[in-house]
């Protein structure tokens, strides 16, 4: 038997672990389209972009660990281009694999803003790569210009302020992050960006880029204003990775293309399972609603279960997962867990003792959101679990108000 992971990321290599403790021991092979071993992602846009953060990116496992240890069959460097579910063959640039199991976890890639190829000075941040050349442009003290207020862009901003250079962040909507965390706690993102010195532009559009000899000299918006810049970042979402299974039978959801899978991780065709950033998944505490969640915890979770799931399909169960992401802005913590999609939103701790707010449906708490109260988030995460009450649940957090 053999089981084939197509993806060097966190999910993927989470896959591999996890079918070597289920106690699989046949054959594995791991295809991926960097260079890279597999490597943590988050640090990109924090740690590493921090000016005395590390200066290189670490595998999770050496080349020995993954070859020797787990016994994994390397396949790095080049994409997978074509999935024939019929006969289980995945074609990696003309070298077709056999499986009879499959994890795809081919993550997702960076939007890019239009008409920019080729122009130094303007990035994405999703690889290694990425991040170096974000890095090494911030410690020549670039004016830097980041288009979208979301969590990468902030994180990006952050490191800029943190060496003291000027940055504007450029947001199409008139307030961060709003369909990931909503209105109130968007408008106390917004005021963690002024405060430290932020040049936040909201409800503005990016309409081109100017440049000088084939680097980019400033930004123009649709106000008629033009930003100097010398690094851009374009922090604007990203897309799955699924083009190599356009004509396979795979289903891919109408709007991103994401994998569509059941709350098992399964696709539907025989042996092949999705998890991570690529697969929309339906989630039985949220109503079964069906959502692709870009977030490590998320990632790794998923990746473990499709390949048991995989191996195993009879012992599969439903995953019903609580979503968690983190982030640090300017010095401060902010966490989410559970999901945004909510009837009501409530600030249960105001921003002067370090902000909460709660998001409910019906009589339960489907979401928490904090700011610089780490030791609460978690509690809030088990309510969510257990499908606890609103009431309870408000009543907690203003146990919690002078409590850091």
């Not at 403790?21 to 590493?48: M, Q």
């Not at 339960?364 to 969510?384: H, L, N, Q, S």
Request: aromatic share 6%; glycine share 10%.
């Amino acid at each position: 038997m053999t089981l084939v992971v197509v993806g060097g990321s966190l999910a993927g290599l989470r896959a591999v672990e996890s079918a070597r403790r289920a106690g699989y021991d046949g054959r594995i092979v791991l295809i991926g389209a960097e260079e890279h071993l597999p490597y943590d992602r988050p640090p990109l846009s924090k740690a590493f972009l921090d000016p005395d953060g590390p200066a290189r990116v670490q595998p999770f496992r050496s080349e020995a660990e993954l070859r020797e240890d787990l016994g994994v069959e390397l396949m790095l460097g080049t994409p997978a281009d074509g999935l024939d579910p019929r006969d289980r063959v995945v074609s990696v640039s003309g070298t077709m694999v056999c499986y009879d199991a499959l994890v795809i976890a081919t993550g997702a890639t960076a939007r890019r803003f239009s008409g920019t190829d080729g122009l130094r000075g303007v990035h994405t941040l999703r690889t290694a790569q990425d991040a170096a050349a974000v890095r090494a442009s911030l410690d020549r003290g670039a004016r830097t210009v980041v288009i979208g207020a979301g969590f990468i862009g902030s994180e990006v901003a952050s490191a800029a302020r943190k060496r003291g250079l000027p940055v504007t962040v450029v947001e199409t909507q008139d307030l961060p992050l709003l369909g990931s965390v909503g209105r109130q706690a968007g408008a106390v993102c917004a005021d963690l960006h002024r405060a430290a010195g932020t040049d936040l532009r909201l409800s503005v559009q990016v309409i081109g880029l100017e440049s000088v000899a084939g680097a980019v000299s400033g930004v123009r918006l649709s106000t008629g204003e033009v930003l100097p810049a010398d690094l851009v970042v374009a922090g604007i979402g990203a897309a799955p990775a699924t083009g190599w299974l356009e004509r396979s039978g795979v289903p891919l959801h109408e709007r991103d293309r994401g994998v569509i899978c059941d709350a098992t991780l399964a696709t539907g065709l025989p042996g092949v399972y999705a998890a991570g950033d690529v697969a929309h998944v339906v989630n039985p505490l949220f109503d079964e609603e069906s959502a692709r969640v870009e977030h490590w915890t998320n990632a790794a979770e998923q990746g473990a279960a499709a390949a048991r799931h995989a191996l195993d399909p009879a012992a599969a169960r439903p995953l019903v997962p609580v979503p968690y992401f983190w982030s640090d802005w300017y010095g401060h913590r902010i966490q989410f867990v559970g999901t945004p999609r909510a009837e009501e939103v409530v600030v249960a701790v105001p921003a002067e003792a370090g902000f909460t707010a709660l998001y409910r449906r019906r009589d339960r708490i489907v979401g928490a959101f904090t700011v610089d109260r780490p030791r609460e988030i978690m509690k809030y995460r088990r309510r969510v679990a257990a499908r606890g009450s609103w009431a309870e649940a408000v009543a907690f957090a203003a146990t919690t108000t002078t409590a850091a």
